[in-house]
């Protein structure tokens, strides 16, 4: 399974990183990744015109797209868009932190998942 990833590079930029999930079939259940411990499950909903300026992510998390999509600047003006059922992995919890913007106007929902 596939997912980005964000994070700081050793100069405090944020990057974009395409990163593999290795899943493994486990038969009439489906396909599974390892477990991955978590900490605490965050659900959110943001305005229609939600657009928030550069920001870090509040610690190590996924962040799952359940009903619209994000557009994420990084701090070296990479633009890239995510739509509705893809995962990030948002790392960059320190550096020049990052920008997020609703793709249509509209309220949208998330959920965010803490990691260790």
């Given at each position: 399974?596939?997912?980005t ?40 909903t ?25 557009e ?6 990479e ?19 990052h ?18």
């Amino acid at each position: 399974m596939k997912i980005t990833r964000v994070y700081a590079d050793s100069n405090g930029d944020s990057m974009f990183e395409e990163i593999e999930v290795p899943l493994t079939d486990r038969g009439e259940i489906g396909r599974l990744s390892d477990n991955i411990k978590v900490t605490t499950l965050q659900m959110r909903t943001v305005s229609a015109d939600y657009d928030y300026d550069f920001h870090h992510a509040p610690q190590r998390q996924y962040i799952v797209l359940l009903d619209g999509g994000v557009e994420i600047e990084s701090s070296l003006g990479e633009i890239r868009q995510f739509q509705t059922g893809e995962i990030l992995l948002m790392e960059d919890t320190g550096g020049k932190g990052h920008r997020t913007r609703n793709l249509e106007k509209r309220e949208r929902t998330s959920l965010f998942i803490h990691l260790d």
